[in-house]
């Protein structure tokens, strides 16, 4: 496993724009794909998106397609999520997470085998 620490929460007004981090340490990080979740109060977590070990290949749940985009940066063992036209609905607790697997991509949590303890993300209508 592999630790993990999101930062750059915060609130924000609707159609503001907000750029996650997720740090990862102590483990393997650039083998494996890396997923984006958010969960609000009383919800179930939502599969946001997934980047590939390159950096090379991204998937986006409908919901988010053409707003948010996941990058990475290996060297710095960094994944962002960059947000942008939020609206009050965004607002939740952004986790990162370690795919278990070096190939495919996954939108189920079970395919996560590590986890940051996340980052408030709060837009304000």
């Known amino acids: 496993q592999v630790h993990l620490v999101e930062s750059g929460g915060g609130l924000v007004q609707a159609g503001g724009s907000l750029r996650l981090s997720c740090a990862a340490s102590g483990g393997t990080f650039s083998n494996y794909a890396m997923g984006w979740f958010r969960q609000a109060p009383g919800k179930e977590r939502e599969f946001l998106g997934v980047?590939?070990?390159?950096?090379?290949?991204?998937h986006y749940a409908d919901f988010v397609k053409g707003r948010f985009t996941i990058s990475r940066d290996n060297t710095k063992n960094t994944v962002y999520l960059q947000m942008s036209s939020l609206q009050p609905e965004d607002t939740a607790f952004y986790h990162c997470a370690r795919c278990k697997y070096t190939t495919g991509w996954y939108a189920t949590s079970s395919a996560y085998d590590s986890w940051g303890q996340g980052t408030q993300v709060t837009v304000s209508s």
């Open positions: 980047i590939s070990w390159s950096g090379d290949s991204t």
